[in-house]
């Protein structure tokens, strides 16, 4: 394996501002010291070597084995999939149950102190904070877990091996860190973080069950997990189910896998990634569907499988016009503002990303955790304020 030096890393206080935003938080937050070692960053060998145990190997091939070959590629493709769709139904669950939590104890301290805002909104702000916490102690435990977790994936599918990216640990504290983030208010949510779950439990699933029927007798690589060529197209279906479980679009998994996360593909691969992608969205739904109306069935009130919302007039009926052909041009024009809006915040969110690289992650996790309290407590404090200025809110029967 070859391996980076110290002396050949970029020196990122000379980054190009173009570049900037494609740095990896993971490879700025670490120390130079700790990138000196050779063994940090290794290239993955994503080429056949034609050695001749190799060659005996494939002599020895027959159709019955290419069949059970390919047979264990497909299971593996399924499970990585099923287990993905569960992970991302955990994490959904588990915002849900965390944010009610929230939000009904600050209701019941609204009612019982209702000549004030104080009171209700500390208790707010307090939850919020803990759960940021929670969420910052999870990535200072498990560094790897921060950000997105794209760029380090990218990486790893066009053949550079991060320490510790694809580890279950690091899968774990990442479910946890977005689960607490999201449910604590902060603006982040769960798209990029599944990405990074799927590659994990792609890369993590096959090595642990190969393990598992090693121990049981099995003296050979069941799923083939020591060759990086096996391994790495895991990882892009665990990254396209993590897309298709974020979006409900395993076509849209499989694209993202495809055109911006691998620059190694074959046509196989793009059939089993589909297959996998489609398990994930697949188990995702038939579990939201079970536990939102405790039945599986298709048509039901809430279905994950098939669901295009419900489109009603104010007073229940279908007679009302909901809109016409002149609505069509503000929708054309708050489609244009929205536009605006968003390369401002992309601008914005430029600059920041800039001075937090150059300012807040070249500190301790002291400074990063403390970075994490003050803005949950900022967004939290503004946002239950903006509730209180915006008026009485409209009570809405939600049974019709």
């Known amino acids: 394996m070859a391996s980076l ?6 020196d990122y206080d000379d980054v190009d501002e173009n570049s900037f935003t494609e740095i990896s938080p993971l490879l700025v937050s670490q120390k130079r010291e700790q990138l000196s070692s050779p063994s940090i960053i290794e290239s993955l060998d994503y080429d056949r070597c034609p050695n001749e145990p190799y ?7 027959t159709k019955s084995l290419v069949r059970w070959l390919n047979l264990k590629d497909w299971i593996m493709f399924g499970v990585i999939g099923i287990t993905t769709g569960v992970v991302a139904f955990a994490i959904d669950m588990g915002v849900k149950y965390l944010s009610e939590a929230k939000f009904h104890t600050t209701f019941s301290f609204v009612s019982e102190y209702s000549d004030t805002i104080m009171v209700p909104m500390m208790i707010y702000v307090a939850f919020s904070l803990l759960y940021c916490l929670i ?3 999870a990535v200072a435990v498990t560094p790897e877990a921060a950000g997105s977790g794209i760029p380090e994936i990218k990486c790893y599918l066009n053949g550079i091996r991060l320490p510790k990216v694809v580890r279950i640990k690091t899968l774990a504290c990442k479910a946890f860190g977005v689960l607490f983030s999201v449910a604590g208010g902060l603006p982040c949510g769960k798209e990029g973080p599944m990405i990074h779950s799927g590659a994990a439990l792609g890369a993590g699933i096959p090595e642990g069950l190969s393990r598992l029927l090693k121990k049981m007798g099995y003296t050979d690589s069941f799923f083939g997990v020591h060759d990086d060529r096996v391994k790495r197209d895991f990882i892009s279906a665990g990254a396209a189910a993590g897309v298709s479980a974020a979006f409900g679009a395993p076509l849209g998994g499989v694209l993202f896998s495809l055109e911006e996360g691998s620059s190694f593909w074959n046509q196989a691969l793009t059939w089993k990634t589909l297959f996998c992608s489609m398990c994930s969205a697949f188990v995702l739904q038939i579990l939201k569907s079970t536990v939102v109306t405790n039945s599986a069935k298709i ?22 016009m909901l809109w016409g ?3 069509l041009v503000v929708f054309v024009i708050m489609g244009g503002i929205g536009g605006l809006l968003g390369a401002l915040f992309n601008q914005l969110n430029y600059y920041l990303t800039k001075y937090r690289f150059k ?22 404090a503004l ?10 809110c409209m009570h809405w029967d939600v049974s019709r």
């Open 55 to 61: 060659m005996a190997f494939i002599s020895t091939k």
């Open 135 to 137: 969420a910052a102690a």
């Open 299 to 320: 048509g039901s009130k809430y279905s994950g499988l098939i669901n295009f919302g419900e489109f009603k007039c104010l007073d229940g009926s279908n007679e009302c």
């Open 359 to 380: 300012h807040v992650n070249t500190k301790g996790k002291g400074v990063r955790v403390l970075e994490v309290a003050l803005v949950g407590i900022t967004i939290s």
């Open 325 to 327: 052909p002149y609505d």
């Open 5 to 10: 030096r110290n002396d050949e890393w970029r």
């Open 383 to 392: 946002s239950y304020t903006l509730i209180n200025m915006a008026g009485q």
